[in-house]
């Protein structure tokens, strides 16, 4: 199956910009997803892109995909306390989705 | 509108014993999964209803799992003889067709004594 692949852990300062990475197997994955989950809560959608674009932007967030290295990656800017979270890449293949084990993303101050 | 809700928010049962988990998707969404996640993973496919029927059911990890979706709308995954190696939190989600984005439960923690 499907193989996604995430960093476990990332500290950044409030303010300052959160950078996650993830990388995948399978390259005929049409869309790409980030999403957010708080503790005790269930997944929520943050972004996606489709696989023929490499670039998406919305608001604070920046989605790249690099899909000759399989690569795609999440930016955060201005980070805030409200942003620590676990964040999951997940890939589509057809309609099922394969997750990273997750980066836990902690903001001090 | 309303998101997708799952009941119970939690569930502690005894090994060996059957449990019901309800998954209650975004009204219109014909498509369904359960995920399953254990502590420390991302979530794992289970199975994919499409309508009522159980389109893809390759991820149910053996025969004591079942889950159905008679009406197409709600949706129960049944676990028979729990063993405590089930214990995890299972998550639902559901799209308005195969190829749109899944919008996820806030999930059953399940936890097998």
């Known amino acids: 199956g499907e193989d996604v692949e995430q960093s476990l852990f990332l500290s950044v300062r409030e303010g300052d910009s959160s950078v996650i990475n993830c990388t995948y197997t399978?390259?005929?994955?049409?869309?790409l997803y980030w999403y957010k989950q708080e503790p005790g809560a269930g997944l929520q959608l943050l972004t996606y892109i489709f696989s023929n674009m490499d670039m998406k932007q919305d608001q604070r967030l920046t989605v790249l995909l690099n899909k000759k290295d399989k690569h795609l990656s999440l930016r955060i800017a201005d980070t805030q306390t409200g942003d620590s979270a676990i964040y999951f890449c997940?890939?589509?293949?057809?309609?099922?989705?394969?997750f990273g084990a997750g980066t836990t993303v902690t903001v001090r101050a | 509108g309303a998101g997708v809700s799952q009941t119970p928010s939690n569930k502690v049962t005894e090994k060996g014993k059957y449990v019901e988990l309800r998954c209650d998707p975004i009204s219109g969404h014909t498509a369904l999964y359960w995920y399953r996640q254990s502590l420390g993973q991302g979530p794992e496919f289970l199975i994919y209803f499409q309508g009522t029927g159980a389109a893809d059911d390759s991820g149910l990890p053996n025969d004591r799992f079942f889950a159905v979706r008679p009406e197409g709308s709600v949706s129960t995954l049944k676990i028979q003889r729990t063993e405590r190696g089930d214990s995890a939190v299972y998550l639902c989600?559901?799209?308005?067709?195969?190829?749109?984005?899944?919008?996820f439960g806030p999930g059953t923690r399940l936890l097998v004594l």
């Open positions: 989600a559901s799209s308005r067709d195969n190829q749109e984005t899944q919008y």
């Open positions: 997940a890939v589509s293949n057809d309609y099922k989705l394969s």
């Open positions: 399978d390259s005929s994955s049409t869309y």
